[in-house]
């Protein structure tokens, strides 16, 4: 079954520190480069970060880059987002999936962001 389920996300003061989690099936995971999207209120759905099959090279939105780090368990089929310094700007329902053309079309339920000023 193909499935992504999103998880670790909350209520956090700005400034503060979230880890998400996206387990994924193996069809899905496998071999493919991994990324995180946002969705904020009122917005399209944007990309936050991508990482390789095997974990090496990672790349992040400007809005992001300095403060969330991308990682990824290749034995567990779960992807990672550290964010650091949040603001509250990145509020928003946070996503994953595979990149490109290889997206998905039935996306996760993803995980909930708020971040208070």
């Known amino acids: 079954q193909v499935q992504l389920v999103e998880s670790g996300g909350g209520l956090v003061q700005a400034g503060g520190s979230l880890r998400l989690s996206c387990a994924a099936s193996g069809s899905i995971f496998s071999f493919n480069a991994m990324g995180w999207y946002r969705q904020a209120p009122g917005k399209q759905r944007e990309w936050v970060a991508t990482i390789s099959s095997g974990g090496s090279s990672t790349n992040y939105a400007d809005s992001v880059k300095g403060r969330f780090s991308i990682s990824r368990d290749n034995a567990k089929f779960t992807v990672y987002l550290q964010m650091n310094s949040l603001k509250p700007e990145d509020t928003a329902v946070y996503y994953c999936?595979?990149?490109?053309?290889?997206?998905?079309?039935?996306w996760g339920q993803g995980t909930q962001v708020t971040v208070s000023s």
């Open positions: 999936n595979r990149v490109g053309l290889l997206v998905v079309p039935a």
